[in-house]
């Protein structure tokens, strides 16, 4: 019992020395303070800052874990949302109008007439608009007369196009939308004035909710990345991280007590299955092409967590390597232009084609179009899917997604195609309809406690088998 305690009193004093150092990687550097973590990433391309910092807390769960938890940026809307309302005699009585207002580094940034995709919409009720109060400092939109009751939705024009991605492929870890509670409204009145005190980094803050992260005395593993004491330049290079950090943590073979159907205790039907070494997610009837969101590989670190990834790498190659081009003369079609034209035979989702051909990038959307037009002089064309619906459908109702937003080829396969009698190019891609729905996990730790998996904030209870 004396050498346990010791053991413990030796490892609380390594957290802490631990909690004194700056910890950094090639995507990042973290400061610890208390029970709070600084995060910094590099060259962050937005707002014109070269660096981009984000504040976690954070709790030990065992001897090797911690729990993060980014601020919450929902409720802080919320809690800070103004309204006033009150009878203009300046306006009609025939409608309720409201108007929207914002911090002025919202309005300045994201906002700015100078980025043409930096467009927002808003849902209130029923009615969608398109926003954009930079000039006036806010907008306006009219609603029904004697209008008793207001929600509303705020979320980018065009997500997937303005957005700083996270991950490899094209992951986004932000939120995706902001919703409002429902407020009152006297009826009597006709104006409406709403002050929503979101900032301008709302849409791309990596917003953490309940992730697991692995600490040792020198460094933290979290989300795949492994955060070291810095050296002498000025962050970690890739070469120096291990292409797979999880080989140096304790890998035991799967138990067959962590084996079977762990149901969330808030979504009737909604279930994790630990099948062998193979994690499976699963929201059945909830109007996916796909009632299996997540298919994952994962090995178990320690008595109470395992690590999972989803071998997205294969299944990308697969897409690719299953793309079908053929380049031919056609008799029909001037010979000074190239017609490409794109089909997506597994697939009945409408898609938004991106290319990029001679300087020129246009978009069409699949099916509406499926044809596009370029020059015979072109020497590069590439392009990227993506879904043509401004706003998914979300994983989380708070406004996060875990899947891809696009899907990229650069061009090498489309231009070895492109010859002097070339005149027609077809592009088979083979896409699924669940594509842009499943969840791409590039490594997160999970626990499983007490027949009990923690993951994501949510809690999966263990269906005993009778």
Same mark, same amino acid.
């Given at each position: 019992? +004396?050498?346990?305690? *010791?053991?413990?009193?030796?490892?609380?004093?390594?957290? %802490?020395?631990?909690?004194? +150092? #700056?910890? %950094?990687s090639e995507f990042g550097r973290m400061e610890i303070s208390g029970d709070s973590?600084?995060?910094?990433?590099?060259?962050?391309? /937005? &707002?014109?800052?070269?660096? /981009? %910092? =984000? +504040?976690? %807390?954070? #709790? @030990? *769960?065992? =001897?090797?874990?911690i729990e993060l938890n980014g601020e919450p940026l929902p409720l802080m809307a919320a809690e800070g949302t103004k309204i006033?309302? +009150? @009878?203009?005699?300046g306006l009609t009585d025939e409608a309720t109008t409201v108007r929207f207002s914002f911090p002025k580094d919202f309005t300045d940034e994201f906002l700015n007439p100078k980025w043409p995709l930096s467009n927002l919409f808003i849902r209130i009720n029923d009615t969608l608009i398109r926003m954009n109060c930079a000039q006036q400092g806010y907008s306006e939109i009219l609603l029904p007369a004697n209008t008793d009751k207001i929600s509303f939705r705020l979320y980018p024009e065009d997500f997937s196009a303005n957005h700083y991605y996270h991950g490899l492929w094209k992951q986004s870890f932000s939120l995706h939308y902001y919703d409002s509670p429902e407020y009152e409204i006297d009826p009597s009145n006709n104006l409406v004035e709403i002050y929503v005190p979101i900032p301008a980094t709302y849409f791309d803050i990596f917003y953490t909710k309940n992730e697991f992260a692995q600490v040792t005395d020198t460094s933290i593993h979290w989300k795949h990345v492994t955060y070291k004491p810095p050296k002498k330049k000025p962050y970690i290079e890739k070469n120096d991280i291990p292409e797979d950090w999880a080989k140096d943590t304790i890998v035991i073979r799967c138990p067959t007590k962590f084996e079977g159907v762990y149901y969330d205790v808030k979504n009737n039907g909604y279930r994790i299955s630990l099948t062998g070494n193979r994690f499976y997610y699963i929201e059945p009837n909830a109007g996916w092409a796909n009632d299996t969101l997540a298919i994952c590989k994962f090995d178990i670190v320690d008595e109470e967590f395992i690590y999972i990834k989803y071998p997205h790498l294969? &299944? =990308?190659?697969?897409?690719?390597?299953?793309? #079908?081009? @053929?380049?031919?003369?056609?008799? /029909?079609?001037?010979r000074k232009n190239i017609r490409v034209r794109f089909s997506f035979p597994n697939t009945k989702t409408k898609l938004r084609i991106e290319y990029h051909a001679k300087n020129k990038i246009e978009e069409i959307i699949y099916p509406t179009d499926s044809i596009v037009w370029i020059s015979k002089k072109t020497d590069y064309f590439s392009y990227f899917i993506k879904p043509a619906d401004t706003l998914p459908k979300m994983h989380d109702p708070i406004g996060l997604f875990y899947g891809v937003r696009e899907f990229p080829n650069f061009g090498s396969d489309i231009n070895d195609n492109i010859r002097f009698f070339t005149n027609a190019i077809d592009i088979e891609v083979p896409l699924d309809d669940s594509y842009f729905e499943r969840y791409y996990i590039e490594g997160e730790y999970v626990?499983?406690?007490n027949d009990t998996i923690s993951w994501k904030g949510r809690s999966f209870v263990k269906k005993q088998q009778k």
């Open positions: 019992m +004396k050498r346990v305690h *010791i053991l413990l009193m030796m490892l609380l004093c390594a957290w %802490s020395t631990h909690a004194q +150092k #700056k910890l %950094s973590i600084m995060m910094t990433r590099w060259g962050h391309r /937005f &707002y014109g800052t070269e660096n /981009f %910092s =984000e +504040k976690y %807390s954070f #709790k @030990k *769960i065992g =001897e090797h874990f006033s309302q +009150k @009878k203009d005699p294969i &299944y =990308e190659a697969s897409v690719i390597l299953g793309t #079908k081009i @053929k380049s031919y003369r056609g008799f /029909f079609w001037p626990r499983v406690h």
